[in-house]
């Protein structure tokens, strides 16, 4: 959970969120890490099973191994960091929910690795969530696609309304309530 606080962390809060969104976002980004960790695994057993049927000896399986792309440390790596930057810009979709006029602005490095389109989004400069819309269609969640380091972020934001953000936030860090705890505060309130 570590780098879903750092996520949280590092990003201007423009809107809120409530509970169940925060917690939905968390349970998508655990989910989609869970699976992809069992899917190396059944890559693993696959490819074991795979040199055990040619016949091949320990070795030689364990070099079949090495060399299987998908099981690459930087696959890992591109795998984790699409996830998270997904993430990031889950959060902003979610906070355009209460927020939707918010201008963004696309960040993300300027590089040989950079594509056309976010090179794109980069020169589009300020722009609302429907304009993003608009002129990227599916880019406020899926930025550049696969592999997409670039995030949408708040231009400017009142800081009373990124205080209120935050503190709403921080609230949902802590662990839920049962529904027993739930009801119990409603009534004090």
């Known amino acids: 959970m570590a780098g879903i ?6 990003k201007a809060l423009f809107g809120q969120m409530t ?3 925060v917690l939905a976002l968390r349970n998508m980004f655990n989910s989609s890490i869970s699976n992809y960790i069992i899917s190396l695994g059944d890559e693993i057993r ?3 099973a795979s ?3 040619r016949g091949l000896k320990l070795p030689e399986i364990k070099s079949l191994v090495k060399r299987n ?3 690459l440390p930087s696959a890992t790596e ?5 996830t998270m930057a997904t993430f990031s810009r889950a959060i902003t979709v979610s906070m355009l929910q209460t927020a939707p006029n918010t201008k963004l602005v696309y960040v993300n490095p300027l590089d040989d ?3 056309p389109v976010c090179k794109s989004m980069l020169a589009a400069g300020s722009m609302t969530a429907e304009e993003v819309e608009r002129r990227f269609p599916g880019a406020l969640v899926d930025g550049g696609g696969i592999n997409c380091r670039g995030s949408w972020e708040a231009v400017s934001v009142n800081k009373g ?3 209120k953000a935050q503190k709403l936030t921080d609230k949902f860090k802590k662990k839920p309530l049962t529904i027993q705890q739930y009801y119990e505060t409603r009534k004090s309130s």
């Open 113 to 115: 690795k950079t594509r």
């Open 161 to 163: 309304i990124q205080d």
């Open 19 to 21: 509970q169940a969104e």
């Open 78 to 82: 591109r795998h984790i960091a699409t």
């Open 5 to 10: 606080d750092a996520i949280f962390q590092s």
């Open 69 to 71: 792309l998908s099981l």
């Open 46 to 48: 696959y490819t074991v």
């Open 51 to 53: 040199g055990i049927g």
